[in-house]
């Protein structure tokens, strides 16, 4: 799983271009989005951009119409379980 999680959080900060973001510097279990001190403070655009990138790099796809989505996009950590979860085999 570790390398999973390296591998999303590298795509992370390619994918959103986060400028002055390591992959170092991202908080596992830190809200992605809204104003947070320890999260990335991620907006809706990010979230369309960020779920493009999930699918191209990992065949994993989500739904709008989902409740489940949004808290699949809590955090890092909650958003690597479910591309864990549900990565093609």
Known sequence: ????KNRIKEMIVTALEL???TA???V??????G?????LGLDS????ELGIAIKENFGVSF???NEDTKKHFYS???????ISANMPK
Do not use: H, K, N, Q
């Open 1 to 4: 799983m570790d390398e999973l």
């Open 45 to 48: 655009i990010d979230a369309l």
């Open 76 to 82: 890092f950590d909650t958003l690597a379980a479910y």
């Open 35 to 39: 104003e947070s001190e320890r999260g």
């Open 19 to 21: 400028e002055d973001v």
């Open 28 to 33: 596992e279990d830190a809200p992605l989005f």
């Open 24 to 26: 170092a510097d991202i």
């Open 63 to 65: 739904s709008a119409a």
